[in-house]
């Protein structure tokens, strides 16, 4: 059984950092292409950033480019998103995903096969 552990939220101020962790266990993550969601109250869930099994690419959702970055440790079985320059538009529950994705799309929530549970982020202004 996969198991996707977040940790890593909390409140911060308009400006601050957090930095998000996602411990995965149960599976192979190595294989895996991971992934951040966020959802915000009233909002559909949406796609932030994925990264690929080996760490050397990644991909973000415009409205976090050049503040957040994801990364992983397929030694530590973790996969990170640091986030930089937080704005209230940020605030939400953000979920990790993961999965193969044979075929699939990184930013397509359907194509994750594993999620974590959600850690929530709060910025206040």
């Known amino acids: 059984q996969v198991q996707l552990v977040e940790s890593g939220g909390g409140l911060v101020q308009a400006g601050g950092s957090l930095r998000l962790s996602c411990r995965v266990s149960g599976g192979t993550f190595k294989n895996y292409v991971m992934g951040w969601f966020r959802q915000a109250p009233g909002k559909e869930r949406e796609y932030v950033a994925a990264v690929s099994w080996s760490g050397s690419t990644s991909g973000y959702t415009d409205s976090v480019k050049g503040r957040f970055i994801i990364s992983r440790d397929n030694t530590n079985n973790t996969v990170y998103l640091q986030m930089n320059n937080l704005k209230s538009e940020d605030a939400a529950v953000y979920y990790c995903?993961?999965?193969?994705?044979?075929?699939?799309?990184?930013?397509?929530?359907?194509?994750?096969?594993?999620w974590g549970q959600g850690t929530q982020v709060t910025v206040s202004s």
């Open positions: 995903a993961g999965g193969p994705l044979v075929g699939g799309t990184w930013t397509r929530e359907r194509d994750y096969d594993y």
